[in-house]
C-alpha cells in the first residue's frame, strides 16, 4: 500500500474528498483497473472487514482502482457520501437510513455488525443502576441536583438510537433527553471524556468499550445485544453507479473477511490494531468482547432495521418508518453467498 499526500490524492480521487479525508490510500488492482472505487470508513471496530480487507490485500481482488479515506467521524463521511465523493461507505445502518431517506441512490449489501455497545458508568452511577435499574436515572437527578451526563454520538446515530431505546422501551425511564443530559462525543473521543471526568456514561463501541470499562472508576452497566437482540451498527452502503461485477466482487471479499475474523481472530484483532494504531493486546481484548459481534448477511438485520428506524424518524432525522426494502438490496449476497 502507498500512502499519498493531500496534493497527491486531490489528483487521484477529486478535492471533494481530501478535503473531508484523514488519511488516504491508493491501491490498484493490477487486473485492468476498469474502475474508479472510492471507500470511506469511520475507524471503529464495528467496520473490522475493512481492516482485514486492507491488510490481507483482499481489495486486490477487485477489477478496480481503489482508493480508501478515514473519516475522523460517521457524519463526515456520510457527507462525503452524500456529495458522491465515495463509492462504498463503512459507517452505521442509521446514517445509512438518512441517505436513502434523502433520495441518494444508494443500498446497504452486506451487514458489518451488529449487538456492538457497552453501556459503561461511573462506579457510584454503576452502583445505583443495580439497585434502581431504569429508576437510576432519576435518583441521580434527584440526588445531584442535576440529570447525569451521557456521551454518545449525535442524535439519530447509532449509539444514540440504541441509547434511546435503551432508556425510553427497555427501561421504561421516560423520554430520554428528560432524564440525561447528553453530551456529543465521537467514540475515539469517549475515553478522553470519561478520564476528564466529563461524562456519567457512555453508549459507546469497541475497542474504545474495553477502554473505558478497564478505567479505574467506571464499569459496564449494560450490553446492547440484551437490551435489543441483534440490532445492526454498522454496514457496508454501495453506490448503485458501482457496476453489478464489482458489487459482487466486493462483497465476495466482505464475506471472506467476515469468515477470517471468525477463523482468525487473533489475526484480525492485529489486522485492527495495525489500521488504526491500537496496541495489540488492547486489540485482541476488544476483539474478544461480547460487543464485538461481525457477520456480512444482510437478511440477518431486517428486523430490527425497522425498529431502529422508527426512533430515527422520532428524531426528526427521516421522514417515517422505513422498510428493509427501502434500505437493503439483499440480492447481491444472495447471488455470491
Not at 431504569?134 to 437527578?141: C, I, K, L, N, R
Not at 440490532?231 to 453506490?239: G, S, W
Not at 489486522?271 to 486489540?283: F, I, K, R, T
Request: charged share 20%.
Amino acid at each position: 500500500m502507498v500512502t499519498v499526500s493531500r496534493r497527491e490524492t486531490v489528483a487521484a480521487a477529486g478535492a471533494g474528498l481530501a478535503a473531508l479525508s484523514g488519511c488516504t490510500t491508493v491501491l490498484g488492482s493490477g487486473q485492468g483497473n476498469s474502475e474508479q472505487l472510492h471507500v470511506g470508513w469511520v475507524p471503529i471496530y464495528p467496520n473490522v472487514q475493512h481492516f482485514v480487507m486492507s491488510e490481507r490485500d483482499y481489495y486486490a481482488e477487485l477489477d478496480a482502482e481503489l482508493s480508501t479515506t478515514e473519516f475522523s467521524s460517521g457524519p463526515a463521511a456520510v457527507k462525503a457520501f452524500a456529495a458522491g465523493d465515495l463509492d462504498i461507505g463503512f459507517f452505521g445502518v442509521t446514517p445509512a437510513m438518512v441517505l436513502t431517506d434523502n433520495g441518494v441512490d444508494a443500498d446497504v449489501l452486506v451487514a458489518n455488525s451488529k449487538n456492538g455497545f457497552k453501556m459503561i458508568a461511573t462506579d457510584g452511577f454503576a452502583d445505583r443502576y443495580d439497585d434502581d435499574g431504569g429508576d437510576a436515572f432519576q435518583s441521580y437527578t434527584a440526588d445531584h441536583g442535576t440529570k447525569p451526563i451521557w456521551g454518545t454520538a449525535p442524535d439519530g446515530s447509532v449509539p444514540d438510537i440504541i441509547t434511546r431505546y435503551w432508556i425510553e422501551r427497555d427501561l421504561e425511564a421516560g423520554a430520554t433527553t428528560d432524564v440525561v443530559n447528553k453530551a456529543k462525543v465521537p467514540p475515539a473521543k469517549t475515553p478522553q471524556a470519561a478520564q476528564s471526568g466529563d461524562i456519567v456514561g457512555t453508549t459507546v463501541q469497541e475497542p474504545y468499550a474495553t477502554l473505558v470499562a478497564e478505567m479505574d472508576g467506571y464499569r459496564e452497566i449494560e450490553w446492547s445485544g440484551t437490551v435489543l437482540p441483534d440490532h445492526p451498527v454498522t454496514v457496508a452502503f454501495v453506490a448503485n453507479s458501482v457496476s453489478d461485477e464489482l458489487k459482487r466482487g466486493f462483497v465476495e471479499q466482505h464475506i471472506r473477511a467476515t469468515n477470517a475474523v471468525y477463523d482468525d481472530p487473533t489475526g484480525a484483532a492485529q489486522d485492527a490494531a495495525a489500521v488504526l494504531g491500537l496496541d495489540e493486546a488492547l486489540a485482541e481484548r476488544a476483539m474478544q468482547s461480547k460487543a464485538a459481534a461481525f457477520l456480512s448477511n444482510p437478511h440477518e438485520i431486517t428486523s430490527q432495521s425497522e425498529t431502529m428506524s422508527k426512533f430515527v424518524a422520532e428524531v426528526g432525522n427521516i421522514d417515517g418508518a422505513m422498510s428493509a426494502a427501502e434500505l437493503l438490496d439483499v440480492s447481491v449476497y444472495d447471488t455470491v453467498a
